[in-house]
Nanobody, 111 residues
Framework: QVQLVESGGGLVQPGGSLRLSCTAHGIVFSIYGVGWYRQAPGKQREFVAH????GIINTVEGRFFISRDNAKNTVSLQMNNLKPEDTAVYYC????????WGQGTQVTVSS
């Protein structure tokens, strides 16, 4: 059974940083592209970033940096200079396009 477990969300002040992590279980992680999406209240889920099996990165947010560690079955998202509009539930995804999803982790940016 495939399971994606996210961690690292929380409350942060504007201008702060957070690092999200997602660990995959029950699957050969290294053969999949992996990524992150987010969903703000009242909005549709939107793409944030992904990284392919070859390490090619696509992102829509220059303040965020995605990385992967195949030895640990983990994908991370370093988020810098956070803004209130970054407040959302962040979801880890496996596959490009996504085939599997994590349960989501809440990120709240507020003073």
């Amino acid at each position: 059974q495939v399971q994606l477990v996210e961690s690292g969300g929380g409350l942060v002040q504007p201008g702060g940083s957070l690092r999200l992590s997602c660990t995959a279980h029950g699957i050969v992680f290294s053969i999949y592209g992996v990524g992150w999406y987010r969903q703000a209240p009242g909005k549709q889920r939107e793409f944030v970033a992904h990284i392919t099996t070859r390490g090619i990165i696509n992102t829509v947010e220059g303040r965020f940096f995605i990385s992967r560690d195949n030895a640990k079955n983990t994908v991370s998202l370093q988020m810098n200079n956070l803004k209130p509009e970054d407040t959302a539930v962040y979801y880890c995804s496996l596959g490009i396009p996504p085939q599997y999803w994590g349960q989501g982790t809440q990120v709240t940016v507020s003073s």
